[in-house]
């Protein structure tokens, strides 16, 4: 690093010590127009004014740029070439990726009992600066300070909410045990999709999903047209007591999943699914009815309890049936909050086991804070423009 680069450098860093968050924004304008100029330098393999048989091309000053971030804007300059060479610095999108891996990282090293020492050594090479363990220390309490605040917000008025639960391995009083992590998201009036909150239960029994509904009921969670979940117990009877006038709809995957115990012989299962598929994918409720009567009356000798079943169940999906159709597609199944599971499962997986119920929370809630920072600040989920919400 020239003597240049390293006194802008410092100058980011003393802003931040002078101004602490307030300099933040300061601080990130300078550290990324020098990180462009840094690249610019690699792909024209000379520096401004250096001559060099190894030459690509030759700079060629630069150009504003507003840039929006979670700091706010930033007036960045953006360096330009001429010559036979393209260039744009990856930087920009680089430095929202690190962000977003610089946290998860941090809870993933916390929780798995990584010493700060071996921590600091990390950060130094993915941030380039000398950082000491008490940093590191406080770093840690922050990011637990920042979780905390996150799942505490205030929530406001959401149109549609989908909930489910996924379970690890957790230590508890020298045991080891599963712990069923809560999950709830949810579609805003604009059509933004959120996670409105998480939760780690010794288990899905309804007195912990209640509490769970509560707390987002406390926080201001409102305007609820429909719910969607598994047929689980203990949720179904801990929305009936918190939510109970909102409309549920039982997952459209679920029931063609929990239909194959009740198959007498495997070769059925394609039909079976194919059937229920066409019932619950209906026009709307009197053809659903219409075929799912028609279909009961088809498995009632060679299928009786898959006909008594699905006489008792699939009516449990038909809540959907109530929304525009342009809607029913993407709300009649959990795969929204499965997808969000299954990233879930990805991080949690090189761990294994968790110390405790504690360190389970913080990497998933750490997860799904940059998850729904993602979906707000991106495009709508679903189009609610001449749809009855």
């Known amino acids: 690093m020239t003597h240049k680069e390293f006194n802008k450098l410092s100058d980011a860093v003393k802003i ?13 304008t300078i550290v990324l127009n020098e990180a462009m100029q840094i690249e610019r330098n690699r792909a024209l393999q000379a520096t401004p004014y250096e001559r060099t048989a190894e030459r690509l091309g030759y700079a060629n000053g630069f150009k504003p740029k507003r840039v929006k971030s979670r700091l706010g804007e930033l007036d960045l300059s953006i360096p330009q070439v001429r010559g036979d060479i393209e260039f744009y610095p990856s930087s920009l999108e680089k430095g929202i990726r690190s962000e977003r ?4 990282a941090l809870a993933e090293m916390y929780i798995q009992g990584v010493s700060t020492r071996k921590v600091t050594k990390v950060l130094e090479k993915m941030c380039g600066l000398q950082i000491t363990s008490m940093e590191v220390s406080r770093a840690m309490k922050q990011l637990d300070e920042e979780l905390e605040k996150w799942r505490n917000r205030p929530l406001g008025e959401v149109a549609f909410m989908q909930v489910d639960a996924r379970y690890e391995k957790v230590r508890q009083e020298g045991s080891v045990v599963s712990a069923a992590v809560l999950v709830a998201v949810g579609v805003k009036k604009d059509g933004k999709r959120t996670v409105l909150g998480t939760s ?3 288990s899905e029994a309804e007195i912990h999903w209640r509490n769970f509904f509560a707390d987002l009921k ?3 969670l409102h305007g609820l047209q429909m719910i969607t979940s598994d047929a689980c117990y203990g949720i179904r009877g801990a929305l009936q007591t918190v939510y109970g006038g909102v409309p549920w709809t039982r997952c459209h995957v679920h029931l063609q999943r929990n239909s194959f115990a009740y198959i007498p012989k495997r070769d059925m299962k394609e039909e079976v699914a194919r059937k229920i598929n066409d019932i619950l994918t209906a026009p709307d409720r009197e053809e659903a009815q219409r075929l799912l009567d028609k279909t009961v009356l088809f498995y009632e000798k060679t299928a009786p309890k898959l ?3 699905m006489e008792s169940n699939i009516p449990e999906g038909f809540a959907v049936f109530s929304l525009h159709p342009k809607l029913r597609r993407k709300l009649r199944s959990t795969n929204m909050i499965e997808r969000l599971n299954r990233e879930i499962k990805r991080r949690t997986r090189v761990s294994t086991l968790f110390a405790n119920e504690d360190s389970l929370l913080r990497l998933v809630s750490a997860i799904l804070m940059e998850q729904s920072e993602e979906w707000e600040s991106g495009k709508s989920y679903l189009l609610l423009d001449g749809c009855e919400v």
Do not use: H, M, P
């Not at 010590?17 to 307030?22: I, K, V």
């Not at 891996?101 to 998860?104: D, G, H």
């Open 101 to 104: 891996a610089l946290k998860i």
């Open 218 to 220: 406390q926080r201001g």
């Open 307 to 309: 006909s008594s079943w």
């Open 200 to 202: 780690v239960a010794t």
């Open 16 to 28: 931040v010590a002078d101004l602490g968050f307030d300099g933040l924004e300061e601080a990130l």
